[in-house]
């Protein structure tokens, strides 16, 4: 049988006794035509292959080469060399895949995570990228985990649709019509009758719509799932294509909501920590080793693993946005103008470096700030009684910013109406959205989590494009 092999993880979790195991990967080193490294993707520990000098000519010798691709069959011993409990003698190795080493763009050596984005589909077999992508995947289960025991419904939403969740109208067009001879109507607009759908249609931006309809059923649900935004953010936390986990809660107000969000967020980073604690350890020394180069007051005062232990030890702090411009303003930072974006007074938006002053400087924590003013956030966010500002809120993380976007939606029909109406966002088209509050409206709430700014904060790396495989970013979209 072929794939009768045993995973590296697993084989250096034994006690070595002379089994006879056979294992399968790639090879990363090969020292003296006498010691392989072999990984295979199952941890970033490499394991020690023993070739028994004198069985193998040199033309074979030759073809173990970084990045081939073997399967070794052999037993297990007590490794005499240092830095491993054990090694593998091989007694039998098949090259299953050639690697030309005239070719292979990546050497053993340390590579910039630029040239790696250049070559994203090898950049998985970098100890770099393999431990990004399995503490993503252990984040990603950990999403899961965390609903599903608390009896969270999980919810596909489409991807396809006809509306802009968010009213920001950042959205990608999806049509079948031809570019270069649009049908159109008699006043010269083009006539999406005859597109795919009969209409215009484009990429979600968020689930939210659709799972509001799914908690006015279902109670508690959850989306975790591809959105899509056509904005042009050239920037370390945005990507055009993301993953968004989307919670929505019947039954729930702006503080059931900030709660939950807490709670998840300590889940997901606590499970992280129990299940890839490797890889976290490689991660933290790979950041330690790069701030090396930063200069002193540049550096982090905590390292990764310490950094988020002190996450789940102290609770986010919670103020409202009216509390933050406050402390914004009377700032030291605002006051000798070293702020980009000047503090102009109540009702600004925030910028990232407002968000940064806030976690970084001055709570030294995440936080969750509430009650936005109206006018910057979207329709469907419930109004409060001072008639400026709804019951929103953002959680803001420590080198990353704003990391979870929600609110207390607005169940009151005729208020949703107004407000949809007031910001022109199509009331007729969104009939099905409206129903939820005439047959059985309830005081609800949701957030959503932006997955990769979540695998960024875990894995302390600096840009989002290294933390999804293949990122979409304005005029890039290779592999
Ligand atoms: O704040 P946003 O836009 O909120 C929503 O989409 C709501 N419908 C969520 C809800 O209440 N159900 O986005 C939510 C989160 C942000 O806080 C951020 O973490 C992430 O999604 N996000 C992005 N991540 C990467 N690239 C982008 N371009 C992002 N835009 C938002
Ligand atoms: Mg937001």
Redesign the pocket.
Known sequence: MFNKRIKIKELLSLEPNNQQVTVMGWVRTFRNNQFIALNDGSTNTNLQVVVELGKYGDVFLKGITTSAALKVSGVVIPSLGKGQKLELRSEQIEILGESDPEKYPLQPKKHSLEFLREIAHLRFRTNTFGAVFRVRHTLGFAVHKFFNDKGFLYLQTPIITASD??GAGEMFRVTTLPLENLPKNEDGSINFKEDFFGRGTNLT??G?LE?ELAATSFGDIYTFGPTF?A?N?NTP????E?W?I?P?MAFYDLEDNANLAEEFIKYIIRYAIDNSSDDLEFLAQRLADEEKQLPQEKRSEMGLVEKLEFVLNNNFERLTYTEAISILQESNHNKKKRFQFPITGWGMDLQSEHERYLVEKHFRKPVILTNYPREIKAFYMRQNDDGKTVAAM?ILAPGIG??????QREERLEKLEQRMKEMNVPVDQLWWYLDTRRFGTVPHA?????F??MVQFVTGMNN?RDVIAFPRAPKSADF
């Open positions: 969740a968010e931006v968020s939210q799972g935004r904005e953010s936390r945005h990507l055009a993301f968004m989307e929505e953002d704003e990391i979870v976007g929600g609110s949701g957030f959503g989590l932006g990769e700014r989002i």
